[in-house]
């Protein structure tokens, strides 16, 4: 059964600070997807990661996917208070159902 | 094209009432996956359904909860006599085909409380 672990679980940053997020995965998978999460609200699609060595970029975020060390990162350069939200990264689960399984989420708050 | 509809968006049930949860995929989408999010958690993965079809449903409890999507209508989220521990957040989300190369996009949720 896949397991998924992100960290950091909370994340407080400066504006104008960079960081990364970091996504491990326990099986083989070489599809994985990351989104934000708003306080009650749904998910928002951010990234959708194919293949080894994807690295895809949007505004001040981008996140790759190492599928051989079972790793994907989301990266955060300068981040600006609109950033502040919960980011789960999603990896399918192919030997079960083609599912997605998440991790259990990073709450970033940046600070002005 | 609407996205992914859920309803009713808020639901409130006493303890030991039925609670119905309705989820529309959009247009062309035939694959629909429900995840439960307790507050403060990631989404824990119940059941995928194509039409007519359960494929998984090993993340669904054993007693009380049953998933369907018929060839007509949308699909529904079934939890009998609900207790304190089903309040949550309850998203379904569709796909044109089988994970994999496509992207499965999420509803707006229904949030389940029960008292």
């Known amino acids: 059964e896949l397991k998924v672990e992100q960290n950091p679980l909370f994340l407080s940053m400066q504006e104008g600070k960079n960081y990364t997020i970091y996504c491990n995965y326990s099986t083989t998978s070489d599809r994985l997807y990351w989104y934000r999460q708003d306080p009650g609200k749904s998910l928002e699609s951010l990234f959708v990661?194919?293949?080894?060595?994807a690295v895809k970029q949007e505004g001040r975020l981008m996140a790759s996917l190492d599928t051989k060390a079972r790793l994907s990162t989301l990266h955060i350069t300068a981040a600006v208070h609109d950033l502040s939200a919960t980011y789960f990264c999603a990896p399918l689960d192919q030997e079960y159902g083609n599912k997605l399984v998440f991790g259990a989420g990073t709450i970033l708050r940046v600070k002005s | 094209n609407a996205g992914v509809m859920q309803n009713p968006r808020h639901l409130v049930r006493r303890r030991g009432q039925e609670a119905r949860l309705r989820c529309s995929p959009m247009?062309?989408?035939?694959?629909v996956y429900w995840y439960r999010q307790l507050p403060e958690e990631g989404l824990k993965f119940m059941v995928y359904l194509q039409k007519e079809n359960i494929i998984d449903e090993s993340g669904m409890p054993k007693e009380r909860f049953s998933a369907e999507f018929p060839k007509e209508g949308p699909s529904i989220l079934r939890i009998q006599q609900v207790v304190r521990g089903d309040s949550a957040a309850y998203f379904c989300a569709s796909s044109p085909a089988q994970g994999g190369n496509t992207e499965a996009f999420f509803g707006q949720g229904t949030r389940l409380t029960v008292v």
């Open positions: 247009k062309g989408h035939s694959h």
């Open positions: 990661l194919l293949s080894n060595g």
